[in-house]
């Protein structure tokens, strides 16, 4: 089915509608709850659990990678290394870089954290029928996809 330029427009709205509302509700809301718990707040949570996954990180590419500026980012590393979750660090290969890394309190209390968040996910998605959540993975998938070709382009 062709879609004309006005229904277009009523999809990119619902795109740029949708997806930081699914953000906020799913992910803002556990990592804040996670937070509070902790005594962190939402993004010192979510930079524990993205250093998490890849457990150092060049500032730059952190940024990009929770999508803050380098500004808020060097403050948030700031809380979290005198809250001795994080360490800077200056690669040997080059030394105008700056890397961050999880320290071992870091390294567990961003686990704890991720661990929590994924509890409270999948209670979330337990309240959905299999039909529907094979639905929401078959979508996700194919959202995930689509991103990935309009990356491509880009480039």
């Not at 939402?42 to 524990?48: G, M, P």
């Not at 961050?100 to 998605?125: D, H, N, S, W, Y």
């Amino acid at each position: 089915m062709q879609k004309n330029a006005g229904d277009r427009v009523d999809s990119f709205q619902l795109f740029t509608e949708l997806f930081p509302r699914l953000i906020h509700s799913v992910m803002h809301g556990y990592e804040s709850e996670v937070g509070r718990r902790l005594g962190l707040n939402h993004s010192q949570v979510q930079t524990l659990v993205v250093l998490n996954r890849k457990t150092i990180f060049r500032m730059s590419d952190l940024c990009h990678k929770i999508h803050l500026k380098k500004s808020s980012v060097t403050s948030l590393v700031d809380s979290l290394e005198k809250l001795g979750y994080v360490l800077r660090e200056r690669p040997q290969d080059d030394r105008r870089a700056v890397v961050v890394r999880l320290t071992e309190t870091g390294m567990t209390t961003a686990a704890a954290c991720q661990k929590e968040i994924q509890a409270r996910f999948a209670q979330k998605l337990s309240s959905l029928s299999d039909s529907e959540q094979q639905e929401l993975w078959h979508s996700l998938d194919t959202i995930n996809t689509i991103i990935l070709k309009m990356e491509h382009i880009d480039a």
